[in-house]
Protein backbone atom coordinates (compact mmCIF):
# COMPACT_ATOMS: atom_id res chain seq x y z
CA UNK A 1 0.00 0.00 0.00
CA UNK A 2 1.38 3.53 -1.18
CA UNK A 3 0.33 6.93 0.81
CA UNK A 4 0.96 10.29 -0.79
CA UNK A 5 3.89 11.93 0.94
CA UNK A 6 3.72 13.13 4.71
CA UNK A 7 0.18 10.76 4.86
CA UNK A 8 -0.91 8.39 7.72
CA UNK A 9 -3.76 5.84 6.83
CA UNK A 10 -6.90 5.65 9.50
CA UNK A 11 -8.75 2.26 9.96
CA UNK A 12 -12.18 3.86 9.33
CA UNK A 13 -13.32 6.70 8.02
CA UNK A 14 -14.52 10.21 10.37
CA UNK A 15 -15.93 13.23 10.44
CA UNK A 16 -14.05 16.00 9.75
CA UNK A 17 -13.45 19.38 8.53
CA UNK A 18 -13.62 23.04 9.86
CA UNK A 19 -17.05 22.64 10.51
CA UNK A 20 -17.13 20.27 13.47
CA UNK A 21 -18.10 22.55 16.24
CA UNK A 22 -21.33 22.20 14.57
CA UNK A 23 -23.99 19.35 13.76
CA UNK A 24 -23.92 18.26 10.20
CA UNK A 25 -26.80 20.77 8.54
CA UNK A 26 -30.30 19.52 7.77
CA UNK A 27 -31.09 18.42 4.46
CA UNK A 28 -33.73 19.96 2.36
CA UNK A 29 -36.89 18.59 1.60
CA UNK A 30 -36.36 18.92 -2.07
CA UNK A 31 -31.95 19.83 -2.28
CA UNK A 32 -30.95 22.12 -4.92
CA UNK A 33 -27.43 22.90 -5.71
CA UNK A 34 -27.48 26.42 -7.14
CA UNK A 35 -25.11 27.36 -10.45
CA UNK A 36 -24.06 31.20 -10.47
CA UNK A 37 -21.51 33.49 -11.04
CA UNK A 38 -19.91 33.86 -14.26
CA UNK A 39 -22.70 31.46 -16.35
CA UNK A 40 -24.70 31.96 -19.22
CA UNK A 41 -27.81 32.03 -16.40
CA UNK A 42 -28.07 30.86 -13.51
CA UNK A 43 -30.26 28.42 -12.30
CA UNK A 44 -30.48 26.01 -9.47
CA UNK A 45 -30.41 21.97 -10.37
CA UNK A 46 -32.58 19.68 -8.22
CA UNK A 47 -30.25 16.77 -6.58
CA UNK A 48 -33.21 14.60 -7.54
CA UNK A 49 -32.25 15.60 -11.24
CA UNK A 50 -28.91 14.01 -10.99
CA UNK A 51 -30.38 10.43 -11.33
CA UNK A 52 -31.16 11.29 -14.84
CA UNK A 53 -27.48 11.81 -15.62
CA UNK A 54 -25.19 9.14 -16.47
CA UNK A 55 -23.71 7.28 -13.36
CA UNK A 56 -20.04 6.95 -12.26
CA UNK A 57 -18.22 4.88 -9.79
CA UNK A 58 -15.53 5.31 -8.40
CA UNK A 59 -13.08 3.95 -5.46
CA UNK A 60 -10.49 6.17 -4.17
CA UNK A 61 -8.26 7.38 -1.03
CA UNK A 62 -9.53 10.56 1.29
CA UNK A 63 -6.32 12.22 1.96
CA UNK A 64 -6.46 15.51 4.74
CA UNK A 65 -3.94 18.24 4.71
CA UNK A 66 -3.35 17.27 8.07
CA UNK A 67 -2.11 13.93 7.35
CA UNK A 68 -4.61 11.19 8.00
CA UNK A 69 -6.19 9.17 5.09
CA UNK A 70 -9.26 7.27 4.81
CA UNK A 71 -8.50 4.14 2.69
CA UNK A 72 -10.66 2.46 -0.18
CA UNK A 73 -13.91 4.80 -0.31
CA UNK A 74 -16.39 3.45 -2.64
CA UNK A 75 -18.05 6.47 -4.13
CA UNK A 76 -21.01 6.71 -6.58
CA UNK A 77 -22.71 9.55 -8.23
CA UNK A 78 -22.34 11.72 -11.05
CA UNK A 79 -18.79 13.13 -12.87
CA UNK A 80 -18.56 16.83 -12.27
CA UNK A 81 -17.61 17.38 -16.09
CA UNK A 82 -20.99 15.33 -16.92
CA UNK A 83 -23.23 17.48 -14.56
CA UNK A 84 -20.83 20.81 -16.29
CA UNK A 85 -21.58 19.41 -19.78
CA UNK A 86 -25.31 19.18 -18.99
CA UNK A 87 -26.32 22.03 -16.96
CA UNK A 88 -23.85 24.79 -16.98
CA UNK A 89 -22.94 26.89 -19.68
CA UNK A 90 -19.85 28.73 -18.29
CA UNK A 91 -19.34 32.44 -19.20
CA UNK A 92 -15.98 33.96 -21.03
CA UNK A 93 -12.45 33.50 -19.40
CA UNK A 94 -14.02 31.07 -16.79
CA UNK A 95 -10.76 29.94 -14.66
CA UNK A 96 -12.28 28.87 -11.55
CA UNK A 97 -15.37 26.85 -10.03
CA UNK A 98 -16.25 27.43 -5.98
CA UNK A 99 -18.09 24.89 -4.25
CA UNK A 100 -20.30 25.89 -1.34
CA UNK A 101 -21.84 23.55 1.33
CA UNK A 102 -24.96 23.83 3.18
CA UNK A 103 -23.02 24.80 6.10
CA UNK A 104 -21.47 27.84 4.81
CA UNK A 105 -17.92 26.26 3.98
CA UNK A 106 -16.15 27.07 0.64
CA UNK A 107 -13.67 25.25 -1.57
CA UNK A 108 -12.57 26.91 -4.80
CA UNK A 109 -10.94 24.66 -7.69
CA UNK A 110 -9.42 25.43 -10.61
CA UNK A 111 -11.93 24.83 -13.38
CA UNK A 112 -9.50 22.46 -15.30
CA UNK A 113 -9.07 20.38 -11.91
CA UNK A 114 -12.92 20.29 -11.19
CA UNK A 115 -12.93 18.32 -14.85
CA UNK A 116 -10.98 16.33 -14.35
CA UNK A 117 -12.11 12.79 -14.56
CA UNK A 118 -11.91 11.31 -11.21
CA UNK A 119 -13.84 14.53 -9.19
CA UNK A 120 -17.83 13.46 -8.62
CA UNK A 121 -20.75 14.71 -6.90
CA UNK A 122 -21.56 11.58 -5.05
CA UNK A 123 -24.84 10.76 -3.43
CA UNK A 124 -23.54 7.11 -2.27
CA UNK A 125 -20.56 5.87 -0.17
CA UNK A 126 -19.57 2.32 0.16
CA UNK A 127 -23.46 1.13 -1.34
CA UNK A 128 -25.24 3.50 0.53
CA UNK A 129 -26.78 6.32 0.56
CA UNK A 130 -24.43 9.28 1.74
CA UNK A 131 -25.12 9.90 5.59
CA UNK A 132 -24.71 13.11 7.25
CA UNK A 133 -21.21 13.06 8.38
CA UNK A 134 -20.17 12.47 4.92
CA UNK A 135 -22.33 15.52 2.85
CA UNK A 136 -25.52 13.90 2.59
CA UNK A 137 -27.53 14.69 0.34
CA UNK A 138 -24.40 15.22 -2.19
CA UNK A 139 -20.34 15.86 -1.99
CA UNK A 140 -18.08 16.65 -4.48
CA UNK A 141 -15.04 13.90 -4.36
CA UNK A 142 -11.69 14.99 -5.30
CA UNK A 143 -9.18 12.33 -4.78
CA UNK A 144 -6.39 13.37 -6.03
CA UNK A 145 -6.90 16.97 -3.91
CA UNK A 146 -6.31 17.53 -0.17
CA UNK A 147 -9.76 16.36 0.99
CA UNK A 148 -10.83 20.14 2.01
CA UNK A 149 -11.55 20.59 -2.17
CA UNK A 150 -14.34 17.73 -1.47
CA UNK A 151 -17.08 19.69 -0.41
CA UNK A 152 -19.74 18.28 1.60
CA UNK A 153 -23.62 19.19 1.52
CA UNK A 154 -22.75 20.61 -1.59
CA UNK A 155 -25.11 23.18 -2.52
CA UNK A 156 -23.93 26.11 -4.39
CA UNK A 157 -21.48 25.91 -8.10
CA UNK A 158 -20.41 29.52 -8.93
CA UNK A 159 -18.07 30.18 -11.69
CA UNK A 160 -15.62 32.80 -11.89
CA UNK A 161 -13.07 34.71 -14.19
CA UNK A 162 -9.99 34.75 -11.95
CA UNK A 163 -9.58 33.77 -8.62
CA UNK A 164 -11.91 34.28 -6.38
CA UNK A 165 -10.69 36.61 -2.87
CA UNK A 166 -11.53 33.82 -0.52
CA UNK A 167 -10.46 30.65 -1.39
CA UNK A 168 -11.86 28.59 1.94
CA UNK A 169 -14.40 29.40 4.27
CA UNK A 170 -12.78 31.75 5.85
CA UNK A 171 -14.57 32.93 8.95
CA UNK A 172 -14.20 28.96 10.35
CA UNK A 173 -10.40 28.78 9.45
CA UNK A 174 -10.23 32.04 11.44
CA UNK A 175 -11.80 30.07 14.32
CA UNK A 176 -9.69 27.23 13.43
CA UNK A 177 -6.60 29.01 13.93
CA UNK A 178 -5.36 28.14 10.75
CA UNK A 179 -5.23 31.59 9.24
CA UNK A 180 -3.23 32.31 12.61
CA UNK A 181 -0.58 29.92 12.03
CA UNK A 182 0.14 30.91 8.17
CA UNK A 183 -1.75 28.50 6.44
CA UNK A 184 -2.30 29.66 2.93
CA UNK A 185 -4.26 27.35 0.50
CA UNK A 186 -2.50 26.20 -2.63
CA UNK A 187 -4.47 26.49 -5.46
CA UNK A 188 -4.56 22.62 -6.73
CA UNK A 189 -3.51 21.29 -3.41
CA UNK A 190 -2.50 18.23 -5.32
CA UNK A 191 -2.19 15.22 -2.66
CA UNK A 192 0.81 13.53 -4.38
CA UNK A 193 3.05 16.86 -5.16
CA UNK A 194 2.06 17.61 -1.42
CA UNK A 195 0.78 21.18 -2.03
CA UNK A 196 0.01 21.60 1.44
CA UNK A 197 1.20 25.41 1.00
CA UNK A 198 0.90 28.03 -1.23
CA UNK A 199 4.19 29.22 -1.05
CA UNK A 200 6.33 26.58 1.44
CA UNK A 201 7.17 23.16 0.87
CA UNK A 202 3.87 20.68 2.19
CA UNK A 203 6.70 19.09 4.40
CA UNK A 204 7.29 21.61 6.87
CA UNK A 205 3.58 21.41 7.66
CA UNK A 206 3.14 17.89 8.40
CA UNK A 207 3.84 18.36 12.03
CA UNK A 208 1.58 21.51 12.53
CA UNK A 209 -1.38 20.32 10.94
CA UNK A 210 -1.04 16.65 12.29
CA UNK A 211 -0.37 18.84 15.85
CA UNK A 212 -3.47 20.84 15.64
CA UNK A 213 -5.80 17.61 14.78
CA UNK A 214 -7.41 16.24 17.59
CA UNK A 215 -5.91 13.02 18.54
CA UNK A 216 -9.13 10.76 18.58
CA UNK A 217 -8.97 11.42 14.94
CA UNK A 218 -6.35 8.84 15.00
CA UNK A 219 -8.57 6.51 17.39
CA UNK A 220 -11.34 6.97 15.05
CA UNK A 221 -13.21 3.94 13.06
CA UNK A 222 -16.63 5.35 12.65
CA UNK A 223 -17.63 5.15 8.92
N1 LIG B 1 -19.24 21.32 3.75
C1 LIG B 1 -18.04 20.92 4.24
N2 LIG B 1 -17.24 20.20 3.44
C2 LIG B 1 -16.05 19.78 3.89
C3 LIG B 1 -15.58 20.11 5.17
C4 LIG B 1 -16.44 20.88 6.00
O1 LIG B 1 -16.13 21.22 7.16
N3 LIG B 1 -17.68 21.26 5.51
N4 LIG B 1 -14.34 19.69 5.59
C5 LIG B 1 -13.37 19.30 4.54
C6 LIG B 1 -12.20 18.58 5.05
S1 LIG B 1 -10.98 19.50 5.79
C7 LIG B 1 -12.04 17.24 4.86
S2 LIG B 1 -10.61 16.45 5.26
C8 LIG B 1 -13.14 16.41 4.32
C9 LIG B 1 -13.54 15.37 5.34
O2 LIG B 1 -14.59 14.58 4.86
P1 LIG B 1 -15.38 13.65 5.86
O3 LIG B 1 -15.98 14.47 6.94
O4 LIG B 1 -16.37 12.91 5.01
O5 LIG B 1 -14.34 12.72 6.46
O6 LIG B 1 -14.29 17.17 3.98
C10 LIG B 1 -14.03 18.46 3.47
N5 LIG B 1 -15.29 19.02 3.05
MO1 LIG C 1 -9.09 18.11 5.84
Known amino acids: MTLPPGQ ?16 PPPVPADPVIEIAGAV ?19 TADLHCVAGWSALGLRWEGV ?19 AFEG ?15 DDVLVADRLDGRPLGPDHGAP ?4 SPSQYGF ?19 LGSTALSRWGLRAVGFKQHPRSRVWAEERH ?10 LYRALTPGIMYLSKQR
Open 8 to 23: RALEGFPRFGTHLHHP
Open 40 to 58: AEALAVRVSELAALPRHEL
Open 79 to 97: AFSTLHREHIEPGPGVTHV
Open 102 to 116: LDGFRATLLLEDALA
Open 138 to 141: VRLV
Open 149 to 167: MSTKHLSRIELHAGAPPAQ
Open 198 to 207: RHLPGRCFRH
